[in-house]
């Protein structure tokens, strides 16, 4: 898990300047609609709206917005109808990779993604081709602040989480998507401030990358995070750190 905390923060950087240019507010907006839409509109009784809305706020979006992307999801106001499906190919270096897609048209993002493995080194794969190399998991990002490591470690595995990674002054808590309510809560009440919490998918093992195919990789991975069709972008690869700090 190790290997997936190093990414992770790069990328809670790279949302950080996402949100700031807005661009984020075109994924939070569509994860709303379809959490809405599948679950109803009352976060309460709806977990996978909770999470959206969370992850809205984290990155900003005005209460109105988040209220007009809800409504949308439940046919109240009119918009796109989103469709959820996943992606999987390999990155250079023979990268596993992992997308989750939210399409109102189905045709022209899988061409759109086929011509970005194909441009960066890359190539798109048949369903289930890298699946089984993820495991789908609970993942809570936390402040670690002034607690310790020790008692982050303990609150997180005394609720039921599998593992805590920590580095940088931030903690990764995992646990199986089934506990993974039960942990948050748990953190919640305990006072951590949880920057992030969502399900996510690990990889079970990682493949080395350095050189030109780390950097092919990474830009390979820049330009489907940019494509607006993609929500979530997973991939099995493993690059020192310093390397990841110069591609980042």
Excluded at 235 to 245: G, K, S, Y
Aim: proline residues 2%; glycine residues 10%; charged residues 30%.
């Amino acid at each position: 898990m190790a290997g997936h905390s190093k990414w992770a923060n790069i990328k809670r950087k790279k949302e950080k300047e996402d949100a700031r240019r807005g661009k984020a507010f075109t994924k939070v907006t569509r994860e709303l609609m379809v959490a809405a839409r599948e679950g109803g509109g009352d976060p309460d009784a709806n977990f996978r709206l909770r999470l959206a809305i969370d992850r809205a706020r984290s990155v900003n979006m005005p209460n109105d917005n988040i209220e007009r992307a809800i409504k949308r999801g439940l046919g109240e106001v009119g918009g796109a109808n989103y469709e959820e499906t996943v992606y999987e190919g390999y990155g250079p270096g023979g990268v596993a990779i992992m997308l989750e897609i939210l399409t109102d048209n189905r045709n022209r993002t899988a061409g759109e993604i086929r011509f970005l493995f194909s441009k960066h080194g890359g190539n798109l794969g048949e369903t289930g081709c890298v699946g089984w190399m993820f495991d789908k998991m609970g993942c809570i990002t936390v402040e670690v602040g002034s607690d310790s490591e020790d008692d982050l470690m303990l609150a997180a595995l005394e609720a039921g989480a599998e593992d805590v990674v920590v580095a940088d002054g931030i903690g990764e808590v995992f646990t199986k998507p089934e506990d993974f309510q039960d942990v948050r809560s748990a953190l919640i009440e305990q006072g951590y401030n949880l920057q992030r919490a969502e399900i996510t998918n690990v990889p079970q093992n990682t493949v080395a990358v350095a050189g030109e195919e780390a950097a092919q990789l990474m830009r390979l991975i820049e330009a489907l995070e940019d494509n607006d069709d993609v929500q979530e972008v997973y991939a099995n690869f493993d690059i020192p750190d310093e390397i990841l700090e110069q591609l980042s």
